[in-house]
C-alpha cells in the first residue's frame, strides 16, 4: 500500500493544528521525484498550507497524487486518490495528506525526565524528596506543547501519568492556599468597613448586628460574592453559565410552550 | 399485564377491549380515568402513513401495525443502502427489540478513551463475560425491523415522499401523502402521519416544526491489515482532544471487516477534514497500511425541535431529534420513540377503531416519553458541557475513567438505559474524584510554562 513513504523525506517540524483557528495540514514537501503527473495541474506541489476550508478548491496533497501514482501504476483512474490512505473526500478540498505509512512521528514531545510515558520522579529530586512543583511545570509545560503538536498515540509506548499522582497537598499548598489567603483578606477587609458603616449609621455593634437576619444575609451575599467573583469577566461568566445551564432545558420544553397561548390546533 | 378496561361512556360498546399482549414485551398500562371522545371510525381502521423506514420508522410501523392499524410505511433506499453510522446499539435494544444474534458482527468488550496527551485508559474492567456492545451494519438491522414490520403487517411502499398535505381545518380531513413511485406521482390519504425520515425530514418541514442544532459526523472506512485489525477485535477507541474534535470526540469503531475513523463537531463544521485530519494523525501507527474504502458524513441532531407533535403528525427519531450530547448515541432512542409513539397510537385510538386527536398524541406520546427519558438527556448534556469544554477537562474525564465505580456506573447506564443502583459513599468518591480532577487539570491546563 502506502510504503512510499520512503521516497519523501521526513517531514520538518510540522506546525500542525493550533486549537481553534484554521488548523493546518503537516507540509507537504516538495517531492524530488519525477512521476508522471497525475492530474499534476490540479495539485500543488509546494509547501501548501492549505487553509482547513474544504472550499479552498485546491487540493494540496500533492503527496496524495504522487503515492497513488507510485502505488498503483497499474490503474490510472481518476479516482485511485480514494482508495489511498490518504482521504480525499469529494472532488474539492482534498486534504493535505497525512501519509499513513511508516513515517516516524518526528514530533514527539522530548525531555530528559520524561521516561517511559511517566515523569521519572527521582530526576525531581531536591533535598531527596520530589519537587512536585517542578513536576507540575513541567507536565504543564507538556500539555501546553501537545496542544500545539498533537503526537499520535501508540500501543508502544503508552503515556502512564496522570495528575493524581502528584500528591493533594502539593497542589493545596502551591494553588489552594494562596488564592485562599487573597479571599480570606477581601472578605475580611470588606467585613470590617461594613460593619464600621452600619455601625456608624445605626449604632448597632458588632455582636447585635450578628444577631440580626438582616446582616447575616448581608454577610452571607458577600461571602459568596467573595467566593465566585474574583476577576471581572466572572461576572459575564456567571451570567453565561446560568444561561447554558438553562438551555438545554428550553429546547426540550419548546414542544411544550406551544400549548400555553390559546392551545392551537395546528 | 392485566387487561385494564377503558371505562367507556357510551353504554352502546360493550366490546371487551383487546389484551395488549399480543405485543412482545412487557408495556406498562396507564389506567387512563378519562373518557374516551374520540370519535369512532365508520367501519374502517385507522389508518397511518410511517414516513422512513429506519429502526424509529419500523420499530412505529412495527407497533401499529400489530395494534390493529392500518400501516403504510415509506423508504425511498433500497434496502441494502449503507447509512453513516457508528452501528452500535446496547444491550437493552437488543432484548427489547429481539434482535437476533446472527445480525451482530462484533461484540465490543473493551472501549478505551484517550486523551488529548494520550493518556489512554480501559473501559470494560466492569463488564460481565454476557455483556458487551453490539455492533451491526445498519443496513443489515434497518432491513430485518423493516422485513419485521411488513411481516407484521405494515405495507411497505418504497417510494420517495415529496410532501405531506397538512390539512388546515382539524377535525378529520385526512392528511395526503403525495410519493414518487416507479417514476409515477401517488397520493395517499391517511389520518396519522408519523416522521421518522431522519436529520433532514420532510415531514418536520411540512409541519414546520422548526430547526435544530446539528452536528457533523464525518468517517472515513479503511479496510486494515490483518494484523492490524486483530488489535481492533473487541475494541473500540475514543479519542478526545482539540485536535480531534473541538466539543465532541472522534472514533475508531471496528465494523464487520473494517473500521470506521471519525470525528464529529457542532460549532467548527467547516474544518472538519482538518479535524479528521488531527483523528488520523492520532490512530497513525495503529492504521497505518489501511485503505480507505469509504468516506461519509452525516448530521446528527443536537436537540429536539421546538414541535415535536402538531395536529395528527408526530415525529419520532432522528427527526425529532432524540440524540444524547456526550455520546451522540440515537438507534436506540429512535427505536423506541417509534415504538412509544405507535404504542400511543394504538391505545389512543383503540386498536384501531377511533380516530386520535393532537392531545392524545401528547399524552400518550411525548409526555410519556419526556418523562421517561429527559433526565438521561438532560445528564449527557451536562456531561458534554463539562467535560467537552477544553483540552483540561478532557484529560479529567479521562483520569477519571480510570475508576472503576465510574466505568460500572457508565456501563450500566448505558447498556440497561437505566439508572444503576449506586453505592452512596462511592458517589460521594466519585464526586469530590470529579471535582478534584477537574481542579488539578485545569490548574495544569492554564499554567504558564517557565
Redesign the interface.
Known sequence: ???SMALFSPLTHPP??S??I?????PILKPHLSLGPLKASVFLLSTARAS????AGTSASGATALESDVDQKISKPPKPV??????S??AN?S??A?E????E?VSKFEDTRWIGGTWDLKKFEKDGKPDWDAV??A??????W??DN???????D???????I?P?WA?IKR?HLPEAELLNGRAAMIGFFMTYLVDSLTGVGLVDQMNNFFCKTLLFISVVGVLLIRKNEDLENLKKLLE?TTF??K??Q??????APGSS?? | MATVPHPLHTTTFKLPLPIRTEISHPQTLRFKASLSTNAPLPGRKLRAAVIGAGPAGSSAAEALASGGVETFLFERSPPTVAKPCGGAIPLCMLHEFDIPSHLIDRQVTQMRIISPSNLAVDFGKTLRPNEFIAMLRREVLDSFLRSRAESLGANLVSGLVTDIEVPNTSSTAPYVVHYTANNSRHALSVDVVIGADGANSRVAKSIKAGDYACAIAFQERIKLPDEKMAYYKNMAEMYVGNDVSPDFYAWVFPKCDHVAVGTGTVRAKQYIKAYQRGIRERVKPKIAGGKVIKVEAHPIPEHPRPIRVRGRVALVGDAAGYVTKCSGEGIYFAAKSGRMCGEGIVKASEGGDRMIEEEDLKREYLKAWDAKYISTFRFMDLLQRVFYGSNAAREALVELCGDEYVQRMTFESYLYKRLAEGDGWEDVKMVCNTIGSLARCNIVGSQRPL
Open positions: 500500500m502506502s510504503i500542525s493544528l486549537r481553534s484554521p488548523p493546518q495540514p503537516h482547513g476550508d474544504n472550499g480514494v482508495q489511498k490512505d490518504e482521504s473526500a469529494g478540498g486534504l493535505g497525512t499513513a505509512g511508516e513515517v512521528v507540575i511545570d507536565e504543564a509545560r507538556r500539555r501546553k501537545l496542544q498533537p503526537e499520535s498515540s501508540s500501543n508502544d503508552p503515556i502512564i501519568f496522570d495528575t493524581s502528584i493533594w497542589w494553588f447554558e438545554y432545558d429546547q426540550w419548546a414542544t411544550w410552550q406551544d400549548e390546533k395546528n
